[in-house]
C-alpha cells in the first residue's frame, strides 16, 4: 500500500472516525471512578487523537506529495531497475529511467525511493512506441559537475517525439520546478502539467515541447532555495548546468538557450526567475508562479550564503536589477489582486524590469497560494512561454 495512495487515506479517515465512534460508545460504560477506568478513558482519548492526527497528516502528504514513498519517509536508499533508453545514438548515463507510462497523467507511483547511482545499460528500441498522448518517464538525474542527484522526477514527451515527420527536430525544454517542501509528483498529480500541456498541443496552442519536472529541493528536506552553498551542496549549478546537460545528452532536445525556460510555483517561481537571470546563456524565459524575488534563508541550511551578505544579495532578483545589467531574458510573474501574500513582492519586482530584460504580468481577480490557483494560471503561462521558446 503506497504512502500517497488513496486506500492508505480511506483507511485512515475510517479508522479515525470508528476512534470517535468508539469514545462515545465506551464512555459512559467507563465512568466509573476506578483508576482502571481513569486508564482506560486516557488510554481511548490517546489512540483517538493519535489516528485523527495520523489521518490529517496522510491527507496533507497526499495532497502536497512531500514524501512519495515509505522508504522515502524512513530515509532509505534503496536501489531502482533502471530501463534503457537510446536517442539519436547516444547513451543516456546521467538519465536514469525507473519507470514509463504512455500518456501525460498516468504515473505508476513507486513503493521505494529511487536510487542515485544507477547507470543506463544501453537497449535498442526502449522508447520506440509511439504513444498518442505522449510518454510520461519517471526518471533520476545524475549530476555529473556537481555529484547530486534529483531523487524521483519526471520527464514529459510529447506525441511529436516519436512520429517520423518529426525525427530530425529538437524540441524546446521546460524545467518545472516545485514548491518547498514538495515533490515532483505534485507537478504531475496536482498542478497537472503534461496533461496541459497536452491539452494546450492538441488544440495547437502550445509547440511542442519537453517537460523536465523536477523537486526544487534535491536534497529535502534541506531548502537551499536554488543555490550554491559555500562549502555545501551547489544546487545552483544542478540545475542550471547538471540538469540540462543531462537531458540534452538523454533525449532530443535543443541545447540553444532560445529553447529553454523554466517555469516553478512558490519556492520553484523564484527558482525559475533566478536561473533565469543568472544563466541568460541557458534558460531565455521563466514563469515565476506566487514566487518571490528578494533572497530568504532556507529551512535547515544555516549558512546558505556563507555569512556574506553580498553573495545573499547576488541571489535576490530584485537586488540583481537595481544594481546588475539586466539580461536579456523574458519572465512572466503570476500573482491574485485578492488572497495572495507574495503580491507586494511581485509588484515591485515587475517595476523594477528594465531592457533588455521584458518583464510580464498575469494577475487573477482572486486566487491564493495553493495549487487550485496555480492550475488556473499555468494554461496561459504555458502559451505565453511557448511563444518564447524555438
Known sequence: MGLTGGMLLVLAIAAAAGSLAAIVWAWPRLARPRPACVAARLAVIVVSQVLVTAAFLIWLNSYFAFYASWGQLAGASVGTQPVAVRQAGTTARLVVI?????????????????????????????????????????????????????GPGY???????????????????????TGYPGQA???????????????????????????????????????????????????????????????EQAFRVTASPAGWGALGYSTG????????????????????????????PGEYVPHLWGGSRGYRLENSPDWRLRHLPAPPVSVLATSSWVGE?????????????HPPMRGYSLII????????TWGRELPPSLVWLSRRLS
Open 341 to 353: 501574500k507574495t503580491l507586494p513582492g511581485t509588484l515591485a519586482f515587475l517595476r523594477e524590469i
Open 98 to 150: 525507473d519507470h514509463s507510462e504512455p500518456g501525460p497523467a498516468q504515473v505508476q507511483r513507486r513503493a521505494e525511493a529511487l536510487g542515485a547511482g544507477t547507470e543506463v545499460v544501453p537497449r535498442p528500441g526502449a522508447l520506440a512506441a509511439p504513444p498518442t498522448a505522449g510518454r510520461l518517464l519517471q526518471v533520476v538525474i545524475k549530476g555529473e559537475r556537481t555529484g547530486l542527484s534529483s
Open 185 to 247: 509528483a505534485s507537478i504531475v498529480e496536482r498542478l497537472a502539467l503534461p496533461s496541459a500541456a497536452a491539452r494546450l498541443m492538441a488544440a495547437g496552442r502550445i509547440r511542442p515541447a519537453v517537460f523536465v519536472m523536477l523537486n526544487v529541493s534535491p536534497l529535502f528536506p534541506l531548502d537551499t532555495e536554488c543555490t550554491d552553498v559555500p562549502g555545501g551542496p551547489q544546487v545552483e549549478s544542478f540545475l542550471a548546468q547538471d540538469v540540462p546537460r543531462a537531458i
Open 155 to 177: 520527464v514529459y514527451l510529447p506525441p511529436q517525439y516519436f512520429r517520423p515527420a518529426y525525427a530530425r527536430t529538437r524540441f524546446p525544454v521546460v524545467l518545472a520546478l
Open 269 to 296: 517561481g523564484y527558482c525559475a526567475a533566478k536561473l533565469a537571470m543568472m544563466y541568460p546563456d541557458r534558460f531565455s524565459a521563466a514563469v515565476s508562479m506566487a514566487g518571490y524575488y528578494q533572497a530568504i
Open 365 to 372: 481577480r482572486q486566487g491564493g497560494h495553493n495549487f487550485r
